[in-house]
């Protein structure tokens, strides 16, 4: 099975992520990522997809909204360009099957012209399913994306923004319904995150939380029925009940 990269910073894509996990993956003999969703053209998400293109084959690039002018998005389309890389913009409606795995895209949806920027709200956001089991990968949307973002249940919660205050809305929550959710956020990181009003309004609905920036790396399996995980700080697998 060769492997499919979400752009997030601090799961997939982001800051060091060619640092930390690259070599991860030569390790394991893995030479090729047959695809790499990249959500938004901050350079926390994408700023390491160059080096991934240099460095690995890869199959497909799906990718959001382009904006018209952000200096961060040129240097990335260099990038995409220079490497022949096939790609395809996506938007809400998308799903391809992947080894079993049901990946629908639930936003951005399509619109108007494209911003002078890359905005927050434009990530590409993933229902990602196997068998009964749902994984929301939300990217970086904040409360006004989530209040437009419509059904979407789902085991398992990527927190969007890195648990910033903008973002984890309480209808947004209620609508998702989690038993877990993981914030992805840097050790000590300079903008406080995850925010102390989404930390407590997550745990006050009941929805287990981990946090990269405690927990390390977060590992979630399933079967399409169960959910285990184990985190780089325990080192055991869990059921998630």
Request: charged fraction near 20%; hydrophobic fraction near 40%.
């Amino acid at each position: 099975m060769t492997p499919l990269v979400y752009a997030l910073s601090g799961l997939a894509l982001g800051g060091t992520w060619e640092v930390e996990r690259l070599p991860y993956l030569w390790s394991q003999g893995v030479r090729r990522v047959e695809g790499v969703v990249v959500t938004h053209a901050h350079p926390d998400h994408a700023g390491g997809v160059p080096f991934l293109l240099r460095s690995f084959g890869v199959g497909e690039v799906w990718e959001g909204v382009a904006p018209r002018r952000d200096r961060g998005y040129h240097a990335l389309q260099a990038a995409l360009r220079n490497a022949a890389v096939p790609r395809r913009t996506v938007t809400r409606g998308v799903a391809t099957t992947w080894d079993d795995v049901v990946m629908r895209v639930v936003w951005p949806q399509p619109s108007g012209p494209p911003p002078w920027s890359t905005r927050n709200d434009d990530s590409i956001v993933l229902d990602v399913s196997y068998g009964a089991v749902h994984f929301l990968l939300a990217g970086d949307i904040e409360a006004g994306a989530e209040s437009r973002l419509g059904p979407a249940r789902a085991q398992v919660l990527k927190v969007p923004h890195h648990g910033s205050k903008s973002s984890s809305s309480p209808g947004f929550i209620a609508a998702v319904g989690p038993r877990v959710a993981v914030v992805s956020a840097g050790y000590r990181n300079r903008f406080g995150h995850p925010h102390p009003a989404v930390v407590e309004r997550l745990t006050a609905a009941g929805i287990a939380l981990y946090r990269t920036d405690r927990d390390g790396a977060v590992t979630i399996a399933t079967d399409g029925k169960s959910i285990w995980l184990r985190t780089f700080r325990d080192g055991r697998e869990v059921p998630v009940r």
